[in-house]
């Protein structure tokens, strides 16, 4: 067994870096980005509503979930 084999099944070599999305954009106020055209679904766990992006029309959709403890 090589000594990167080893550190790699013993996770030696310092915190797993997290993943970050270049797509998701965190500084930005989504309000200012969407415009909520309505509510699609709303069952036991969320609510699906369908959006607008403000700067060119795109439709989308969105689900926000409740999470029960």
Known sequence: ???FN???IFKIGGEKK???F???K???NPEEVWQIIG???DGAFGKVYKLSQKQNGE???YGNLTFIQ
């Open 59 to 61: 439709k989308f959709c």
């Open 6 to 8: 080893f550190r790699k």
């Open 1 to 3: 067994m090589s000594f």
């Open 26 to 28: 965190m500084d930005v």
């Open 22 to 24: 270049e797509h998701v």
């Open 39 to 41: 509510e699609l679904g």
């Open 18 to 20: 997290k993943k970050q």
